[in-house]
């Protein structure tokens, strides 16, 4: 008790000091107690044996074509020309990065025009990766959905 009310009187930090002396010897005891028990819990993996006797079967028709729904396609208009030889580089120049390019000739009553695309994609994400690359090389590409449904006679 004398040295708590000297540590008050001296300052917090002996304080500390002191009763950390007295509280060593008690923790001391704490930790060889724990370190003592010889005890673990078991752990049993039973996922391996359980995989190998079952079987996974997969439900196809979650992954059939919807009815009445018409697929689409989806192309990447690059750039337009009213040069032809114009177009042929930029498609040339594509195809050498490896892009699907390809060139559409578009005219009407006054003029023809000459379209760069690359594509068809099937799937959107598909064509919005390509997008970007194809932004990243300073063009600026259009997105361009259609039908890759044959049309019927009827139509």
Not at 17 to 30: E, P, Q
Not at 75 to 103: C, M, P
Not at 124 to 144: D, F, Q, S, Y
């Amino acid at each position: 008790m004398f040295g708590l009310v000297v540590g008050l009187i001296a300052g917090g930090s002996a304080v500390g000091f002191y009763a950390g002396i007295f509280s060593l010897g008690a923790a001391s005891n704490v930790v060889k107690e724990q370190s003592t028990s010889p005890t673990k819990p078991a752990v049993v993996f039973t996922f391996p044996t359980k995989l190998s006797a079952d079987t996974v079967v997969a439900d196809s028709s979650a992954y059939g074509e919807i009815s009445g729904v018409v697929p689409l396609e989806y192309d990447l208009q690059v750039a337009s020309f009213t040069s032809k030889k114009r177009a042929e580089e930029l498609r040339a120049s594509l195809i050498l990065d490896s892009f699907q390019a390809s060139t559409l000739v578009v005219s009407n009553s006054e003029r023809v025009g000459y379209r760069v695309v690359v594509g068809p994609f099937l799937r959107r994400v598909e064509a919005e990766r390509a997008m970007t690359a194809l932004r990243g090389k300073g063009l600026n590409p259009i997105l361009v959905s259609k039908s890759n449904k044959a049309p019927s006679p009827q139509e």
